[in-house]
Antibody, heavy 119, light 113 residues
Framework: EVQLVESGGGLVQPGGSLRLSCAAS????????MSWVRQGPAKGLEWVAN????????DYVDSVKGRFTISRDNARNSVYLQMNSLRSEDTAVYYC????????????WGQGTLVTVSS | DIVMTQSPDSLAVSLGERATINCKSS????????????LAWYQQKPGQPPKLLIY???ARESGVPDRFSGSGSGTDFTLTISSLQAEDVAVYYC?????????FGQGTKLEIK
């Protein structure tokens, strides 16, 4: 069974940093692009970033470019999202999702981890 | 960015009746070289992550009941639930994967009348 489990969310002050992790199981992790998708109160569902199976390519939504970095460790079957210079508008549930290709549908999704940016 | 607009925002349908949700994209998501529409539908129940229902606008994901169907092409799409069941209460989202950034509709909340 394919499973994705996120961790690392929490409360952080504006301007702070947080690192999210997603542990994958049940499939050949290195064969797949992986994405982070967030769901916030104002913007609904928003794709944030993705990374190629071998880690050689990444893509980001404009609103996080220069602040967030996606990475992966195929030996640990994990993908990460380093979030710096956090803003209140980054408050959301962050989901890890498996990509169907570089530009594809998301299936499946993890249960999500909540990030709250507030003073 | 391609803007995805769903209608209605909320919908109440009686059990056993048909539910129809619309999705309109600001740019065609039909890729002419393979004649595929790069459009997916998801279902999100309370407290759960989204679940893929439909891809390529009309292909049903494995395990999805056949009462769910997708149709449309270009910029206008529809998700139809032919006979609403109690377990179908959820928020439904469309998503384009034609270009980056991939974008979602705002969601349609489906309830029982």
């Amino acid at each position: 069974e394919v499973q994705l489990v996120e961790s690392g969310g929490g409360l952080v002050q504006p301007g702070g940093s947080l690192r999210l992790s997603c542990a994958a199981s049940g499939f050949t992790f290195s064969d797949y692009w992986m994405s982070w998708v967030r769901q916030g109160p104002a913007k609904g569902l928003e794709w944030v970033a993705n990374i190629k199976g071998d880690g050689s390519e990444q893509d980001y939504v404009d609103s996080v470019k220069g602040r967030f970095t996606i990475s992966r460790d195929n030996a640990r079957n994990s993908v990460y999202l380093q979030m710096n210079s956090l803003r209140s508008e980054d408050t959301a549930v962050y989901y890890c999702a498996r990509d169907k290709g570089q530009l594809g549908r998301f299936d499946p999704w993890g249960q999500g981890t909540l990030v709250t940016v507030s003073s | 960015d391609i803007v995805m607009t769903q209608s209605p925002d909320s919908l109440a349908v009686s059990l056993g009746e048909r539910a129809t949700i619309n999705c309109k994209s600001s740019h065609s998501v039909l890729y002419s070289s393979n004649n595929e529409n790069y459009l997916a539908w998801y279902q999100q129940k309370p407290g759960q992550p989204p679940k893929l229902l439909i891809y390529w606008a009309s292909a049903r994901e494995s395990g999805v009941p056949d009462r769910f169907s997708g149709s449309g092409s270009g910029t206008d799409f529809t998700l139809t639930i032919s006979s609403l069941q109690a377990e179908d209460v959820a928020v439904y989202y469309c998503q384009q994967y034609y270009t980056s950034p991939r974008t979602f509709g705002q969601g349609t909340k489906l309830e029982i009348k």
